[in-house]
């Protein structure tokens, strides 16, 4: 195997649990009592639990791998994942979560609806689609410079290109419905208070 592929494995499988760091960086900034149970939640509702789901639809062979092209077992396994995205966000409320980490967790559910709407229909990349949407969130949140966005975003797309994993269009549409669908839900909660 060549480093250069090595190297796009490691940032695909990175970029499947940047959910956790985000939640982690709430707990940093806003401490809480609950800041432990906030991480704890969040990891498990969405990144565990979901991730536990994907191994396991492997092994019954709904699916052939975490990265197979099929579009409708993709689209299905986001189905059966929304209860868990819509029980971690209620236990985010109510264990009092800042409110850009409820908002996240909406950005989160609404990405997750666009995912069941398209993956029937066309192959997006969904990597991007997280990525873009957590550095979404780190540039309306924490103020992360759009340089670091591109430079993050562009990992990304040449690890997804290189490992043959998706077309340029399809890793275009991931990042782009992911950041602005993520832009869009946190900007409109946090500017209206509507957490």
Known sequence: MDALRSLAEA????????????FAFF??????????????????????????????????GWMKSLDEIGKIARSKGFMVLTPVFV?????LIALNAPPEGIAFAL??????FIAI???GKEKISLHMMASAGTM???????????????IVLSAVAFARLYLK??????VLEGGFIGYVVTWIIMFLVLERGNV
């Open 27 to 60: 707990a940093l900034f806003y401490p809480s009592s609950n800041a432990l149970l906030l991480i704890m939640s969040s990891f498990s509702f969405f990144c565990f639990i979901p991730y536990i789901f994907g191994k396991h639809a492997v092994k019954m």
């Open 117 to 119: 709407t398209i993956l």
């Open 11 to 22: 940032i695909s499988s990175l970029t499947t649990s940047f959910v956790v760091p985000s």
């Open 87 to 91: 029980i971690g966000l209620i236990i």
């Open 165 to 170: 994993r998706h077309s340029v269009k399809e």
């Open 107 to 112: 950005a989160i559910l609404a990405n997750n």
């Open 136 to 150: 979404a969130l780190f540039n309306l949140v924490f103020g992360v410079s759009f340089l670091i966005t591109l």
